[in-house]
């Protein structure tokens, strides 16, 4: 069974893709919770006793975007170190800018994506 530490939490404000996101990991045996937006993210943060294993984060979100959710992030010491995979639409260069371990173009190769969770998580 996996404890908290292996949870993956994806912030995408499409909900058809982050629903199939959220699924495709449960499938591959993690745990995943979706948000539609940093904000709501942040708030289960905060609150959670474990930090989740990693973030899949989109850029571009209503309420507080990639960016604003990521330079939140960085002011958490204790939520500072989670690594933070970039799902986006946009060109690499900017979403590099986040300090991501890894940046997947949507659509998302998903064999890839998993090789990735997997060896973060």
């Known amino acids: 069974m996996l404890d908290d530490s292996d949870m993956v939490l994806v912030l995408e404000d499409e909900e058809e893709a982050r629903t199939f996101l959220v699924r495709i990991l449960e499938f591959e045996g993690f745990k995943a919770l979706g948000f539609p937006n940093g904000a709501e993210a942040l708030v289960y943060l905060k609150k959670a006793q474990e930090p989740c294993c990693l973030i899949v984060l989109d850029i571009n979100m209503p309420v507080m975007n990639g960016p604003q959710f990521r330079s939140a992030l960085l002011g958490e010491s204790r939520l500072a170190k989670i690594p933070v995979v970039v799902v986006t639409a946009f ?21 890839a994506f998993i090789r990735v969770v997997r060896e973060i998580c």
């Not at 060109?91 to 064999?111: E, G, M, N, Q």
């Open 91 to 111: 060109d690499p260069p900017f979403a590099t800018a986040l300090s991501a371990v890894r940046v997947f173009r949507k659509p998302v190769d998903i064999d």
